[in-house]
C-alpha cells in the first residue's frame, strides 16, 4: 500500500487497474445533470497543437491519460478557456443525453474512477491503494514499423506493416518494491534472491586478536565456498555494528564477541531476529546450511 501509483481494486474478486486505465460499471446520468467542460491544448509531433473541450459530469474528475489517449495526443497541457468549441470529447456516460454540437465531436471514456464506483465484473465496491509500476508495455503499433517498411505477410497474403509494442521492467523499483514487502521498523529484510550479501560476519572488538582470527578465517571460508559475505571489522563500538545489519538488512549474521573464550559464537537471522548460539567449530557448516 505504497508507491507512487493508485491502483484501483476490486476487493470481490480480482479486478485491479491503474487508475490511467481502470473502468467501472456505467453511472446513470440524465439531462439535468451538471456537466464541465474542461480545455486543454493537445500536443503533437513537429510542435501540432489544438484547442480540445472535454465534456463531463461534474461529479466526476477528468483522467489525464484517458483524455489524451481519446485526442491521440502525445500530451496535454492546461489552456485558457474558449467559447469556441471545434474539437470537442464527451465522456461516453453521457452519450445520448447531451446537446453540445462541434465541428469535430467524440465520445470516449474520459472520466477517472472514484472509489465506491461499481466493478464492472462483479459489482463489488471499488477502492484506491498505492502501487509501484515494476513493469509496463507500450503499443507502439505501427508507428516505427511503417516508416522502416517492417512488413509480412497476412492470411490474405497482403503485405502488411507489423504491429510493435515493447516492454521494460524497472530494477531499481523492483529493489524498492522487495523493500516495501520486506522490512521492519529497524530496516530491510533482504530475501535471499535478491540479497547484496548472504552473510554479513561482525567482529565485536577488533581489538581481540583471536576474534579478528576467527572473523577473518570464516570469511575466506565462505568465499571459498561461493557465498557472498561481507567482513564488518571496522574499528567501531559493537552497537552501531549491529544497528548497522539490521538496518541494511543481510539475511544472516554471525557475531563474533565475548563468548567466544567459552568456543561460543552468535548467528542472527535478519528476518524476526531469531538469535542461535553455535560452536565455533561447527561454525561453517551452520552458516552454510543457513544460507543453502
Known amino acids: 500500500d505504497s508507491g507512487e501509483d493508485t491502483i484501483v481494486v476490486c476487493p470481490d474478486c480480482e479486478y485491479g487497474a491503474n487508475i490511467e486505465a481502470a473502468v467501472c460499471q456505467p453511472k446513470s446520468f440524465d439531462a439535468s445533470s451538471e456537466i464541465n467542460v474542461v480545455t486543454m491544448k493537445a500536443l503533437y509531433d513537429e510542435g501540432v497543437t489544438k484547442i480540445v473541450h472535454f ?3 461534474a461529479s466526476v474528475a477528468l483522467q489525464d491519460v484517458k483524455a ?4 491521440d495526443a502525445n500530451d496535454l497541457v492546461e489552456c485558457e478557456a474558449s467559447d469556441t468549441i471545434e474539437t470537442l470529447v464527451v465522456d461516453a456516460a453521457l452519450e445520448g443525453i447531451d446537446s453540445f454540437t462541434a465541428g469535430e465531436k467524440s465520445y470516449a471514456d ?39 517498411g517492417c512488413n509480412f505477410l497476412d492470411e490474405n497474403g497482403k503485405s502488411v506493416p507489423m504491429v510493435m509494442g515493447t516492454y521494460g521492467i524497472g530494477v531499481s523499483r523492483l529493489l524498492a ?7 521492519d521498523d529497524k530496516g ?11 552473510v554479513q560476519v561482525i567482529v565485536s572488538n577488533i581489538k581481540d586478536e583471536d576474534q579478528v582470527a576467527l572473523g577473518e578465517e570464516l570469511y575466506s571460508q565462505l568465499q571459498a565456498k561461493g557465498v557472498d559475505v561481507l567482513l564488518d571489522d571496522r574499528k567501531e563500538r559493537f552497537g552501531p555494528k549491529i544497528k548497522d545489519f539490521e538496518l541494511l538488512g543481510v539475511p544472516h549474521a554471525v557475531v563474533i564477541g565475548k563468548k567466544l573464550v567459552d568456543g561460543l559464537v552468535e548467528v ?12 565455533s567449530e561447527n561454525l561453517l557448516d551452520t552458516v552454510l546450511k543457513k544460507v543453502r
Open 268 to 279: 542472527v537471522t535478519r528476518r524476526g531476529l531469531e538469535k542461535e548460539e553455535v560452536s
Open 188 to 198: 530491510c529484510i533482504w530475501t535471499k534472491e535478491s540479497a547484496p550479501f548472504d
Open 68 to 71: 489524451c489517449n481519446a485526442v
Open 177 to 183: 518494491g522487495i523493500i516495501e514487502q520486506n522490512h
Open 110 to 148: 474520459i472520466s477517472a474512477v472514484q472509489e465506491g464506483d461499481s466493478c464492472v465484473h462483479c459489482g463489488g465496491a471499488l477502492y484506491y491503494t498505492k502501487g509501484i509500476e515494476a513493469g509496463h508495455i507500450f503499443q507502439l503499433g505501427t508507428q516505427y514499423s511503417e516508416p522502416l
Open 55 to 57: 465534456a463531463l459530469p
